[in-house]
């Protein structure tokens, strides 16, 4: 299994906590997905929907992702 490192300063999402749960909103759409949305016999629902949030941002808006990334990361 492959690691990656986290990096807080680029997050293609942003959270709200929520009728007992917590939204995850897509930065570039209005596309969201709730913690409550997830089984929580799979692993950490919080863990699941930030996993959901990021293949969508990748699979939807890679070109986005490429323009914001370093903005993001603090770079130019």
């Not at 995850?24 to 949030?53: E, K, W």
């Amino acid at each position: 299994m492959r690691y990656r490192v986290y990096n807080g300063a680029v997050r293609y999402y942003t959270t709200k906590s929520l009728n007992g749960g917590i939204t995850f909103t897509c930065i570039f759409c209005p596309h969201s997905v709730t913690t409550l949305d997830f089984d929580h016999t799979r692993g950490n629902c919080r863990t699941q929907a930030a996993s959901a949030m990021n293949e969508h941002a990748q699979a939807m808006h890679a070109s986005n992702m490429r323009d914001l990334a370093p903005e993001k990361s603090g770079g130019f």
